[in-house]
């Protein structure tokens, strides 16, 4: 049912290669939400590296805004961003948050662990060393910490970036699978990650990945779930339809 929700595709929409960033308006009709939510969504899958290309991340993205449109968030959508449209993406997200409010960023594409930190690769990004990861890539404490300033009461980080790393054989210390595990996150902060840390999650064999399918399907399955619960139903899912291979992971300092 979800996916005849989705409609229109994002070339009907205007969207270029090259990280064009535009608001999203679904297909159907939202809920009327209890506070401001507000929610960046990217899909970097058609990298300029033709070895790091993923075919799922873009279907991923739409079908995460479609769905966190229907619970009421004000959605900006990113498609195939290079660096420069993911940093001004993060800013301008960052100023349309509100204190009290709650703020979402929805990643799917490739992802590294570097210096015990992760970071989110944009399409253009040249990576041929260690020392270039912070250079070409979105440190994802840096979108944390524009969460926290913000004064949001909840702050929703979900990650569909743990696939293999191509970069690997490039970036010594940017080579280890998965990406790690943060650390003390702020208070009121939720992180949903593919899989656990340090492992990789593989892309699935329909229209998504597994774990954003299941993730979609639970959002919307029970109205008023709170998003733990939603995350817990998701990774026995997940864990369910990969034989056991993939086992989704939350970090959470949620406060109610």
């Known amino acids: 049912m979800l996916k005849l929700l989705i409609g ?20 159907s009709t939202p809920i009327q939400a209890p506070e401001r939510r507000v929610a960046l969504v990217i899909g970097n899958g058609d990298y300029d590296d033709p070895t790091a290309t993923l075919t799922d991340p873009a279907r991923d993205a739409e079908l995460m805004a479609e769905t966190l449109w229907q619970l009421g968030f004000d959605i900006t959508l990113c498609r195939d961003a290079d660096k420069s449209a993911m940093e001004q993406a993060v800013r301008d997200f960052g100023s349309k948050l509100t204190p009290d409010g709650v703020a979402l960023l929805y990643y799917s594409g490739h992802g590294v662990q570097h210096d015990g930190q992760n970071w989110l690769v944009p399409v253009d990004a040249t990576l041929e060393r260690s020392s270039d990861v912070d250079l070409e890539t ?11 300033g913000s004064g949001s009461t909840s702050n929703v980080l979900l990650l569909d970036a743990c696939r293999n790393n191509p970069f690997g054989s490039r ?3 940017a080579g280890s699978s998965g990406l790690a595990q ?13 899989t656990a840390p340090g492992d ?3 892309e699935g064999e329909g229209d998504y990945s597994v774990w954003t399918a299941s993730l979609a399907t639970e959002l919307l399955a029970i109205p008023g779930r709170d998003l733990e619960g939603v995350l817990q139903a998701t990774r026995a899912t997940v864990y369910g339809q990969t034989d056991n291979q993939q086992l989704p992971w939350t970090n959470t300092s949620m406060l109610g």
């Open 200 to 202: 990789v999650a593989y």
């Open 182 to 194: 943060i650390a003390g996150p702020p208070a009121g902060t939720i992180l949903g990650f593919a």
């Open 8 to 27: 229109t595709s994002l070339a009907a929409k205007g969207m270029e290669r090259g990280g064009a960033c535009q608001p999203y308006e679904g297909t």
């Open 138 to 148: 979105i440190a994802v404490d840096s979108v944390l910490r524009r969460m926290e």
């Open 171 to 173: 970036t010594k210390s």
